[in-house]
């Protein structure tokens, strides 16, 4: 991995770079992108940075995209806007937060945000099938999703339903050591998100012990290392403008029972929390609703992660999602480069009253290597999804 000894080298490097304050966007390739007004459904750029896509049912995705030094692909001003409905406010900025790859001996450990920017790689037109590369080294284009719904009429072909869906893909890729990351950021006509990384490339080639590896290659000599990629996300929500935004934690008790019972936690001052069965989040401005009178909200599912838990040292390990107040410095999940702010989200969060929250969550894949992942290694994806809760009254498209 003799590239991310040049990685951190930049990080240090960074840590000299002043902070950009909240309504300005600090970017190593784009535009300076400020903030919309409260209230306001647009993104603040122009072309190429400008994505407005309407899919097929009607549906619109507008935002803007920067390539950030240290973060990589970052997306701003995300707004949703469903067929017959008014625009969205969504996101004020999206990106990734770090890709942490402990291995299984206890030794390396790599954390390989820092400088993602400069380790971009440029596009070929076979890695935007059917899109649109802006620049070198971001892809934009859509895709099927499959069936969006499919309602049998009981022998009324008025009535029978049958949909397939379509989304919008925004994504880069970034060489770091042997591995290539894909960052994806999938936005479905259905208004879902769906943000996750798929690692490529090569294996290291790490040779380790039977217990700590799996034997690759010809014979059982060469065991190569399992190791864990530990990927955050930081999602910075301005759910219908304003810095009105709150986040709950919904839990259903009743196991082994047959009746359940929702219970709904309102997160008023920084927190952590770790998955479990059927628990989800969701991001909501009280004063936002929809034509049913609900708040409109975005629901936060994350259940896919194998939820590796680290030493005490690694204690930014030991949640699978945190909420913290926001502050401009607080940019990457460990190991921050800018000054003024602590070094990981764990120290973030130490109980600061929440009035702007800024959510991270973190998924984590063991990767036990195969056979089959000699040279080239087939992608293998991590990732978790944002679902519009009450964002319409109903199905804007049926």
Not at 10 to 34: E, K, N, T, Y
Not at 52 to 65: E, I
Not at 77 to 95: C, E, T
Not at 161 to 170: A, K, T, Y
């Amino acid at each position: 991995m003799f590239l991310r000894i040049a990685l951190a080298a930049f990080v240090i490097a960074a840590a000299h770079a002043a902070p950009a304050p909240r309504a300005v966007l600090a970017s190593a390739q784009g535009p300076v992108v400020a903030s919309a007004p409260e209230g306001a459904a647009g993104a603040a750029c122009g072309s190429p940075y400008l994505i407005d896509q309407t899919l097929p049912n009607g549906a619109r995705w507008r935002m803007c995209w920067e390539m950030r030094t240290i973060e990589g692909l970052t997306l701003n001003h995300v707004v949703y806007v469903p067929k017959g409905n008014g625009p969205q406010n969504v996101l004020r900025s999206a990106a990734l937060a770090q890709i942490h790859v402990p291995y299984d001996s206890g030794e390396p450990r790599y954390h390989d945000l820092g400088s993602l920017g400069e380790s971009a790689i440029a596009l070929s037109a076979a890695d935007c099938p059917g899109g649109e590369r802006r620049g070198t080294k971001v892809c934009v284009t859509t895709r099927a999703r499959g069936h969006a719904l499919l309602k049998d009429g009981f022998g009324d072909e008025e009535l029978r339903r049958s949909r397939q869906g379509q989304e919008l893909v925004v994504l880069s890729a970034y060489q770091v050591g042997w591995y290539a990351y894909v960052a994806e950021w999938v936005f479905g006509d259905d208004g879902s998100i769906t943000p996750r990384l798929g690692a490529t490339g090569s294996l290291a080639g790490t040779v380790t012990t039977p217990g700590h590896g799996w034997p690759i290659g010809v014979g059982r000599r060469h065991f190569e290392e399992s190791h864990s990629h530990n990927v955050f996300w930081r999602l910075d929500f301005d759910v219908h403008g304003g810095a009105r935004d709150a986040v709950e934690q919904y839990d259903f008790t009743g196991t082994g029972t047959k009746r359940r019972f929702m219970v709904r936690t309102r997160f008023t001052h920084e927190t952590s929390a770790v998955n479990a069965p059927m628990r989800w989040w969701r991001v909501l401005d009280p004063k936002a609703l929809n034509a049913d009178r609900h708040p409109v909200s975005w629901q936060i599912d994350n259940p896919d992660s194998s939820e590796y838990r680290g030493p005490a040292d690694e204690a930014f390990t030991r949640a699978d999602l945190y909420v913290t107040q926001y502050h401009a410095c607080e940019r990457l999940a460990t190991q921050n480069p800018l000054p003024r702010c602590r070094d990981s989200v764990d120290r973030y969060a130490d109980g600061e009253r929440l009035t702007d929250p800024v959510v991270w969550v973190n998924v984590d894949f063991h990767h036990v290597a195969r056979d089959e992942d000699a040279d080239p290694m087939p992608v293998h994806w991590q990732g978790f999804r944002v679902t519009p809760r009450d964002v319409t009254a109903k199905n804007p498209t049926p």
